[in-house]
């Protein structure tokens, strides 16, 4: 049984589309991530949500807007894509937030823009 | 804001050999300190945390890591290294206080020859 579930697994497309991409989690955590993975393996996290609360919100330009219908998915929209939106997209989710940073990992998006 | 620092990029080790991978921090107070582990193509695994308490805290797959507050380090070590250990290790650390910010490092992929 898959924890921490993220669709498509690999995503290619062309500068100015818009994308989406789909997590979910079966592990009945209250809390969920998305992280940006760049080429250089360099990990950041973009946003978090606790009970469907937005409750992180990094440096993110506004093309990317997460969306949470219930606390086990949160979807990660990304409008106008650029060449520099390429990477690898993970979802994950903790416990709660007291366990912020202790986190199940989904296996990745990766989305090439060209 | 804080940091976190692995100084190696890449260590080769024999197969049944020990293994120590390091992690430096930067902050003000305690931190809470993580390792994770990724496989080539795969999500982060959580291999061990740390909140309070004993400084030395044991993970899954026989690993085990040591706070030491007057070195500012969270070093990861495993007495035997299988081959199957070979992936890329991430040293992350989060603030105790204040707007939550987990800081990942840049990774250490270790290499087991046989």
């Known amino acids: 049984d898959t924890a921490v579930s993220q669709t498509p697994k690999y995503l290619v497309t062309q500068m100015g589309n818009d994308k989406s991409i789909k997590c979910e989690q079966n592990l009945g955590h209250d809390t969920m991530y998305w992280y940006k993975q760049d080429s250089k393996k360099f990990l950041k996290i973009m946003f978090s949500?606790?009970?469907?609360?937005?409750?992180i919100n990094e440096t993110v330009p506004n093309r990317f807007s997460p969306k949470s219908p219930d606390k086990a998915h949160l979807n990660l929209h990304i409008n106008s894509l650029e060449l520099g939106d390429s990477a690898v997209y993970f979802c994950?989710?903790?416990?709660?937030?007291?366990?912020?940073?202790?986190?199940?990992f989904g296996p990745g998006t990766r989305l090439t823009v060209t | 804001a804080q940091s976190v620092t692995q100084p190696d990029i890449h260590i080769t080790v024999s197969e049944g050999a020990s293994l120590e991978l390091r992690c430096n921090y930067s902050?003000?107070?305690?931190?809470?300190l993580f390792w994770y582990v990724q496989s080539p193509g795969q999500g982060l695994q959580l291999l061990l945390k740390?909140?309070?308490?004993?400084?030395l805290v044991q993970g899954i797959k026989g690993f085990e890591a040591e706070f030491k507050r007057s070195q500012s380090s969270f070093n990861l070590r495993k007495p035997s290294v299988h081959w199957s250990d070979a992936a890329e290790y991430f040293c992350a650390v989060r603030n105790s206080g204040g707007y939550q910010k987990v800081t990942f490092g840049t990774g250490t992929k270790l290499q087991v020859i046989p």
């Open positions: 740390y909140f309070s308490g004993d400084t």
């Open positions: 902050y003000g107070a305690t931190p809470y």
């Open positions: 994950a989710s903790s416990q709660d937030l007291r366990e912020f940073g202790a986190q199940y």
């Open positions: 949500y606790n009970n469907k609360e937005l409750i």
